[in-house]
C-alpha cells in the first residue's frame, strides 16, 4: 500500500512535521510504502477560481506539482494523511492551497459522476497539533478535512488531535502519543499490507493492463491492491479506452503507464499477469505470472472498445481463482 502524507506546517522539523514523520516511519516499517509532500515547499499554484476543472474534467493549471505529481498520487494512495498545525483555529494556508486545487477531482466526481476505482478502501487521517486549548479548536479543520477527503474518494477514518503543544519537539513527549500511532497503524495500515498484490503487464502499458488494473480494483479492492506495467511504456493512457471505462463511470484520470522494472521496485507483486501480444515470454523470477490472451482491438471506435471492455470484465471474474 501507499500512504501519502500532506506536511502541511511551513514551519520545518515542527511538531507537526515530527507528529507525521513518527507515524510514517512506523508505516514503513509495517511494510507500508510512504511518501510525504512538504506542501510549504511544494511550489503549488492556487486555485483560480475560473471553473475549468467543472467543465472540462482537468485543472487550467497544467504544468505545477499539482497537475503533474499531486493528483497522480492522490489516485495511487491507499491512506492520505493531512497534517497541519492550528492557524486562527483552521489548517494551514499553504494546505488549504492544495485543497482548494482538488476542487478538480471534486468536479470529476460530482460533476462527471466518476468514480474512483479505489474509492471503496482509500482511507483519510487528520493529524493536527496546536499550542492553545480552545474548546472548539478542531472544529473548522474537522470540516474542511472532511470535505477534503470526500473530494479525493478517501473515507475519513479519524483524527490525532493534541492540544497544548507549543515548544518545538514537545510532541514526542506527550503521554499516549505512541499508543495514539500503533492504534491509528491498526486501523488504517495493517489491514491494507496483507492485501494480495497483482501486476498486469501489456505491451505499452496504456490500454488493456490499466483497464485490467481498474477494474480488479474496483472490484476486489478489499482484498487486492493491483498495479499495472510496459514493456514499453506509452506516455500517456489510450484515450479510446479511457472514454470507455467513463461510459460505466470508472474514473481513469491521472494515472501513467510505467515500465515494469519501476514497478517492481514499489513492491513485489503476488501474481503477475500478462496481456497481449508480445508478452508471452514475461517472467518475473520467484513469481507466479499467468497469460490472458487478449488481443488489441482492430479499431479504435467506440463500439470495439466496449467490446473489449466487455471481454476484460469476464476475464477479471476469473481473477480471485488465480490467488
Known amino acids: 500500500m501507499l500512504i501519502l502524507g500532506l506536511q502541511g506546517s511551513p514551519r520545518k522539523g515542527g511538531n507537526t512535521d515530527t507528529l507525521l514523520a513518527s507515524f510514517l516511519e512506523k508505516a514503513g516499517q509495517a511494510g507500508a510504502a510512504v511518501k510525504t509532500i512538504q506542501v510549504a515547499r511544494a511550489g503549488i499554484v492556487p486555485c483560480k477560481g475560473c471553473g475549468y476543472c467543472e467543465t472540462h474534467g482537468t485543472c487550467v493549471i497544467a504544468d505545477d506539482p499539482m497537475s503533474t505529481e499531486i493528483f ?21 494556508a499553504q494546505l488549504k492551497v492544495l485543497i482548494d486545487r482538488c476542487q478538480t477531482l471534486w468536479s470529476r466526481k460530482y460533476v ?9 478502501t482509500r482511507k483519510g487521517v487528520l493529524f493536527s497539533v496546536a499550542a492553545s486549548e480552545g474548546r472548539q479548536l478542531f472544529d473548522g479543520i474537522h470540516l474542511t478535512t472532511k470535505y477534503f477527503f470526500d473530494a479525493i474518494d478517501a473515507q475519513f477514518s479519524h483524527a490525532l488531535v493534541y492540544r497544548g503543544v507549543e515548544s518545538k519537539g514537545a510532541i514526542r513527549h506527550h503521554e499516549g502519543l505512541a499508543t495514539d500511532i500503533d492504534e491509528t497503524l491498526q486501523k488504517t495500515v495493517l489491514p ?61 484520470g491521472y494515472r501513467k503507464p510505467q515500465s515494469i522494472e519501476l514497478a517492481l521496485s514499489a513492491a513485489t507483486p503476488d501474481l503477475t499477469i ?11 523470477p520467484g513469481l507466479k505470472t499467468v497469460q490472458w490472451s487478449l488481443p488489441e482491438p482492430v479499431s479504435s471506435d467506440d463500439a470495439a472498445m466496449d467490446r473489449l471492455r466487455l471481454a476484460m470484465e469476464s476475464q477479471v471474474d476469473t481473477l480471485m481463482a488465480l490467488l
Not at 73 to 90: I, S, W
Not at 112 to 120: E, H, I, S, V
Open 192 to 252: 491494507f499490507v496483507t492485501r494480495k498484490r497483482v501486476l498486469f503487464i501489456s505491451p505499452t502499458g496504456a490500454c488493456r493492463a490499466p483497464m485490467a488494473a481498474a477494474m480488479a480494483q474496483d472490484r476486489f479492492g478489499d482484498c487486492i491492491r493491483t498495479g499495472f506495467a510496459a514493456l514499453r511504456p506509452a506516455s500517456e493512457l489510450y484515450s479510446p479506452m479511457v472514454r470507455s471505462m467513463h461510459r460505466v463511470a470508472v474514473d481513469m
Open 274 to 284: 500478462a496481456i497481449g501480444d508480445g508478452v508471452e515470454k514475461i517472467r518475473v
Open 112 to 120: 462527471y459522476k466518476l468514480k474512483d476505482p479505489q474509492a471503496a
Open 72 to 92: 497522480g498520487l492522490l489516485r495511487e494512495a491507499d491512506l492520505v494523511v493531512a497534517a497541519t498545525p492550528v492557524f486562527f483555529y483552521g489548517i494551514s
